[in-house]
């Protein structure tokens, strides 16, 4: 097992720290494979340092019952955390082939502290903090070698890369049902923005569709709305917010 890289490079030398999240709500019908197409916009512009899916029960059943729903802590990029509440926050889970699956997705921030004399699990489903290096033991954020970040999180580009190098197991192309587009252009990859050096890119009500082009909405009945509805300018602006909303969390 490898440990992925939990920490991201600020400029300047400067080390800036991952945002964690924990995505909830995800039916237990749904597989790794499912949810790499699911978040494939996010997965492919490379937001997240690990989002490595175990099928952690969501909350305890009673005896003899399955449970209904998972959830999984995940890293992100620093500045990208509000983009990913925003995209999938409060939207409708779609399955294989399009289908609609019942409940929505929940997404919300861990918040970091400097207790270790609790279980971490429980403390995230609460929303009570969480010491980072608690989270970092956890099997989540322990994913194999060749899949430095996790079954979901890993973009298509990183497995080509340990193909090329003859690293990765031909198990898992068929386990995570990795579809590499041979010539032209992917609908995958054109969900991604393209960022052009020196300028600024306004992205006004962001579309989200799956790896297949079938589009993330909120219909099918009444939701509560994300946690962030408005669009960040910049990354950068992005990073300062979630940043002051921190420095606020133990008030």
Same mark, same amino acid.
């Given at each position: 097992m490898a440990a992925p890289i939990l920490s991201a490079g600020a400029g300047d030398g400067d080390v800036a720290t991952a945002r964690y999240c924990l995505v909830s709500g995800i039916p237990a019908s749904l597989r790794s494979a499912q949810? #790499? &197409?699911?978040?494939?916009?996010?997965?492919?512009?490379?937001?997240? =340092?690990?989002?490595?899916?175990?099928? !952690?029960?969501?909350?305890?059943? &009673?005896?003899?019952?399955?449970?209904?729903?998972?959830?999984?802590?995940? &890293?992100?990029?620093?500045?990208? *955390?509000? #983009?990913?509440?925003? =995209?999938?926050?409060?939207?409708?889970?779609?399955?294989?082939?399009?289908?609609?699956?019942?409940? !929505?997705?929940?997404?919300? !921030?861990?918040? =970091?502290?400097?207790?270790?004399?609790?279980?971490?699990?429980?403390?995230? *489903? &609460?929303?009570?903090?969480? $010491?980072? $290096?608690?989270?970092?033991? =956890?099997?989540?954020?322990n994913p194999p070698s060749f899949m430095p970040h996790g079954n979901v999180g890993t973009p298509l580009r990183v497995f080509l890369e340990l193909i090329r190098a003859c690293r990765l197991p031909p198990r898992v192309i068929k386990k995570l049902q990795l579809n590499f587009p041979k010539t032209g252009s992917s609908r995958r990859y054109g969900n991604v923005p393209f960022e052009y050096q020196d300028t600024e890119t306004v992205i006004e009500e962001e579309r989200v569709y799956t790896a297949t082009g079938d589009e993330i909405t909120e219909d099918e009945g009444p939701v509560a709305r994300p946690e962030v509805t408005q669009p960040a300018s910049t990354e950068e602006d992005e990073e300062g917010q979630e940043e002051e909303e921190e420095l606020h969390s133990g008030d």
């Amino acid at each position: 097992m490898a440990a992925p890289i939990l920490s991201a490079g600020a400029g300047d030398g400067d080390v800036a720290t991952a945002r964690y999240c924990l995505v909830s709500g995800i039916p237990a019908s749904l597989r790794s494979a499912q949810l #790499r &197409a699911y978040f494939s916009q996010f997965v492919e512009s490379g937001g997240f =340092l690990c989002f490595h899916y175990r099928h !952690r029960p969501e909350r305890p059943a &009673a005896a003899g019952e399955e449970p209904r729903t998972r959830c999984c802590p995940v &890293a992100v990029r620093p500045g990208r *955390a509000r #983009r990913l509440v925003r =995209l999938y926050s409060g939207k409708r889970w779609v399955g294989p082939g399009g289908a609609s699956l019942p409940g !929505r997705c929940v997404i919300r !921030r861990v918040r =970091l502290g400097a207790r270790t004399d609790t279980d971490s699990r429980n403390d995230m *489903a &609460a929303g009570d903090s969480v $010491a980072e $290096a608690d989270l970092k033991r =956890l099997p989540e954020f322990n994913p194999p070698s060749f899949m430095p970040h996790g079954n979901v999180g890993t973009p298509l580009r990183v497995f080509l890369e340990l193909i090329r190098a003859c690293r990765l197991p031909p198990r898992v192309i068929k386990k995570l049902q990795l579809n590499f587009p041979k010539t032209g252009s992917s609908r995958r990859y054109g969900n991604v923005p393209f960022e052009y050096q020196d300028t600024e890119t306004v992205i006004e009500e962001e579309r989200v569709y799956t790896a297949t082009g079938d589009e993330i909405t909120e219909d099918e009945g009444p939701v509560a709305r994300p946690e962030v509805t408005q669009p960040a300018s910049t990354e950068e602006d992005e990073e300062g917010q979630e940043e002051e909303e921190e420095l606020h969390s133990g008030d």
